[in-house]
Structure formats: structure tokens, C-alpha cells
């Protein structure tokens, strides 16, 4: 199993990124996928999760109207659009199957200061 996030970086207050995790070495169409992040200092904490055919969404309170995650089963790809950015989301972001753990891939960092 191989999970590869990217599309971190630096980035003001109210901007706008976004993140994808390239899925390998199982049946990434029946799972459900969510991305974490973890704070320094802080443990990971969950950010959203879509359902295997994307027919349910949901958010941490921290992140909702401002986040979206989205799939592409044909390409095996999560992804994360983060809109309004503020610093506290400043973290690595990691993504996941939700209820079958993989081993973690080195996230991708995320940093929100002016």
C-alpha cells in the first residue's frame, strides 16, 4: 500500500490550496478515504471523509464551508480543496482509507502565515 500526498505550501491568511493523495496497492474504489492532519504538538486529528462512491460528506466543524473533499476512482485519487485558509490549519496533512488503517505516508505540509 502506498499513499502519496503533495500539493502543500506556504500560503496567506484567506488563501486557497489544494491537496491530493495518490492511492496504490488496494481496492481504493471500496473504500472510504478521509484526510488528517496533525499540528505540531497536536495529535492528528480528522479533517473530512467521503464514502467509497462519494455519496456521503463529512467534515470536522473546524474545516466545514470552508473545505471540500472530493475522488477519482478511475485515478485512484483523493482530494482536498481548502478555501479560506487560516493559520490554525497550519499542520502536515495526511489522507487515509477511514476504517481500514494503512500505514501513513509522509503527508504533505501546510502552512498559513503571513
Known amino acids: 500500500v502506498q499513499l502519496v500526498e503533495s500539493g502543500g505550501a506556504l500560503v496567506q491568511p484567506g488563501g486557497s490550496l489544494r491537496l491530493s493523495c495518490a492511492a496504490s496497492g488496494f481496492t481504493f474504489s471500496s473504500l472510504s478515504m478521509s484526510w488528517y492532519r496533525q499540528a505540531p504538538g497536536k495529535e492528528r486529528e480528522l479533517v473530512a471523509t467521503?464514502?467509497?462512491?462519494?455519496?456521503?460528506?463529512d467534515y470536522a466543524d473546524s474545516v466545514k464551508g470552508r473545505f471540500t473533499i472530493s475522488r477519482d476512482n478511475a485515478k485512484n485519487t483523493v482530494y482536498l480543496q481548502m478555501n479560506r485558509l487560516k493559520p490554525e490549519d497550519t499542520a502536515v496533512y495526511y489522507c487515509?482509507?477511514?476504517?481500514?488503517?494503512?500505514?501513513w505516508g509522509r503527508g504533505t505540509q501546510v502552512t498559513v502565515s503571513s
Open positions: 467521503v464514502t467509497s462512491a462519494g455519496g456521503r460528506i
Open positions: 487515509n482509507s477511514r476504517f481500514v488503517r494503512f500505514s
